[in-house]
């Protein structure tokens, strides 16, 4: 799962400050963020400390974490409200079509009859790990970017009251992650909806 989930992380980090570059903001890139180097979307707590904690504490059935957030300035961005809504899509846009290209890899091993099973868990961990963190990122909840984009796209009054729980919102996603309601009805439910869309096409290239 290492090479999958490294380039979950980067590409996702990478991908919002492409956006924002291409939307006006240069912060990401004059601070050397716009990059495929993983060690710079390495946060010491969220992407090691934590995830191990969670990993050691739970008996390895529950691990969660987060990557160096990738600083955007929306001053600088043409249309902030509206641009901030496609800099922040662009993470979990870039993690929906790296769910595709594993699934492309693992229909092209399917089609040459290489069943080498190393090659194979590591397309799926693609497809999977890919697909967990473009749903994870877009609940609807700030600092996700899910939240981001509620933000962009509601009127202004309930866009403001759904901002000021940014503080608190990594403890709401924890909380829920922890008592399992976000798993269930949110995690679980549109996740197996990709894996459906996916690996349907996929089972038939097996036969």
Known sequence: MALPV??????????????????????????????????????????????????????????????????????????????????????????????LVWALLLGALLLVGLDEAFFMQMAMAGIMTNLVLAVLNLFPLPPLDGGRIAVGLLPYKPASMLARLEPAGFFIVLALMLTGVLGKYWLSPLVGFGLDAILTPLQWLAK
């Open 6 to 99: 490294l380039l979950a992380i980067t590409i996702h980090e990478a991908a919002h400050g492409y956006a924002a570059r291409h939307f006006g903001d240069r912060t990401a890139e004059m601070l050397g963020r716009i990059t495929l180097n993983p060690f710079k979307h390495i946060d010491a707590i969220g992407t090691v400390l934590i995830p191990l904690m969670l990993y050691f504490a739970t008996d390895g059935k529950f691990v969660f974490g987060y990557a160096k957030p990738v600083p955007v300035n929306t001053r600088n961005l043409r249309n902030p409200r509206r641009d901030m809504v496609w800099v922040a899509l662009a993470g979990p846009a870039s993690n929906f079509i790296q769910a």
